[in-house]
């Protein structure tokens, strides 16, 4: 443990002496240029400088001033800065890891890499060489995570059920409604008071036992009128809450009463209702594994971050 502190404090003295080397032997000008840049950490033996923070900050810098202003921007950009600080000493970390475990990545797989994010969207030049590094380091750090996690997670059914039943309530299916409605729209900025007056004329009809379809046929502008209003099965919560509210306590065949909605006027007829249903274990097996196994991979992703900073010589200039 002494030789390594000797050596890295040795390192640092001669980057130091020939970064003075370098700095006296340029123009003012350029010197004036790297008095602009420096250090904000060291990894190990490489280093961070302002200009990367700043250049990985750019697109979160922009947005932020977007959303806010004075006091509350400022705090926000510190704590972003320090945040993409955070996220390239642990890249530069995984990197080093990967280097040390001698993982690498072929030149093809940058390539199938490059043109299948170019598919998704993502601008990138494969003849660029930042780009290429780019990828090649994206390509890195999920191998080393991956070499990490993988085969070192085991997920057995006691513990699936046991994630199971603290969380039964999120693989639940929330209660069901089949439903038609009579729909009429205002024919112009003032027009809801005729739009009220046309939804208690079918009211009126509905009361004196008309069929419903019958009176959405006659009646309403919905794109359902023809097929007597029928808008199918909705699930509870899928609805504006107005109209959830309306047909809150209605049994099959019930109609709700006249209601005003950003849609327009609509009166609402309860075809069907299924209640709330608990989807069993083996239903949700497959889920579970999912849910469980990125949990745990989640876990181990960052307690194997805090083993590599543990190890490893961290000094932030910032």
């Given at each position: 443990m002494a030789t390594a502190s000797h050596r890295f404090r040795w390192e640092t003295r001669l980057i130091s002496a020939l970064t003075l080397f370098v700095?006296?032997?340029?123009?003012?000008?350029?010197?004036?240029?790297?008095?602009q840049d420096r250090i904000v950490a060291i990894v190990n033996s490489e280093l961070i400088m302002l200009s990367d923070v700043q250049r990985e900050f750019r697109a979160e810098q922009e947005r932020l001033s977007r959303m806010h202003r004075g006091t509350e921007l400022d705090q926000r950009l510190k704590t972003a800065e320090y945040m993409t600080l955070t996220k390239l000493i642990e890249r530069k970390l995984q990197l080093q890891e990967a280097k040390a475990k001698k993982v690498e990545v072929s030149d093809l797989e940058i390539k199938q890499a490059i043109e299948q994010m170019k598919r998704q969207g993502t601008p990138l030049d494969p003849t660029n060489p930042s780009d290429v590094q780019t990828v090649r380091d994206q390509l890195l750090l999920m191998r080393v995570a991956d070499q990490h996690i993988r085969g070192n997670i085991m997920v057995g059914d006691i513990e699936l059920k046991r994630y199971y039943q603290k969380h039964r309530d999120s693989f639940a299916l929330s209660e069901e409604y089949e439903l038609s409605q009579i729909l009429i729209r205002p024919r112009s900025p003032d027009g809801l008071a005729d739009a009220l007056t046309k939804a208690r004329r079918a009211m009126n009809d509905l009361k004196r036992g008309e069929k419903f379809e019958d009176v959405a046929r006659e009646y309403s502008d919905g794109d359902n009128a023809?097929?007597?209003?029928?808008?199918?099965?909705?699930?509870?919560?899928?609805?504006?809450?107005?109209?959830?509210?309306?047909?809150?306590?209605?049994?099959?065949?019930?109609?709700?009463?006249?209601?005003?909605?950003?849609?327009?006027?609509?009166?609402?007829?309860?075809?069907?209702?299924?209640?709330?249903?608990?989807?069993?274990?083996?239903?949700?097996?497959?889920?579970l594994q999912e849910l469980v196994y990125r949990q745990k991979s989640e876990d181990m992703y960052q307690s194997w971050l805090v083993e590599l900073k543990n190890k490893s010589y961290i000094e932030i200039k910032f």
């Open positions: 700095f006296a032997s340029w123009s003012p000008h350029l010197a004036s240029a790297y008095l023809l097929q007597g209003g029928q808008l199918g099965v909705v699930r509870q919560g899928e609805l504006i809450p107005v109209i959830d509210q309306a047909i809150a306590r209605l049994v099959p065949g019930g109609i709700s009463d006249i209601i005003e909605s950003p849609e327009g006027v609509q009166i609402i007829r309860m075809e069907d209702r299924k209640p709330k249903r608990f989807r069993t274990y083996d239903e949700v097996r497959r889920e």
